[in-house]
């Protein structure tokens, strides 16, 4: 039976705590069983080198969550992965966008690592409106 490979979607960009969880999952997935793909707009911090040797590392080299959108379309095309984990608000976005237009259909879910509410305070209605949308 073919193993279930699982792509998560994130920037490291610092050292924050959700790169810690992120670490700590994709390690847990691969102890579970699953095939990891860490799929990295950007690769900077502390948390990289604690990143199991078997999770495969996908570095899209991108300056910006928004600019990796052709290359995680394509990435989705090629790797077609059984499920997609988006870590934080703008990788959800695009990687909801990229699960589209890529024409694949993995399960896809978001982390977003902050309150929204608390994120949201003193917004615009408008804004907060999209965002919700």
Known sequence: MKRKKIAIFISFS????????VTNLAGGLVDAGFDVDLVLVKARGEHLAAIPAKVQIIR????????????????????????????????????????????????????????VSAALEGSSWLKRVFWYA
């Open 14 to 21: 610092g050292q924050g705590g959700v790169e810690r969880m």
């Open 60 to 115: 899209l080299n991108t300056k910006h969550t928004l600019t990796s959108l052709p290359l995680l379309i394509r990435y989705l095309r090629r790797e077609k992965p059984d499920a997609v984990l988006a870590a934080k608000d703008r990788a959800i976005k695009v990687a909801v966008v990229a699960r589209h237009l890529a024409g694949v259909s993995p399960t896809l879910a978001g982390r977003l690592g902050t309150t």
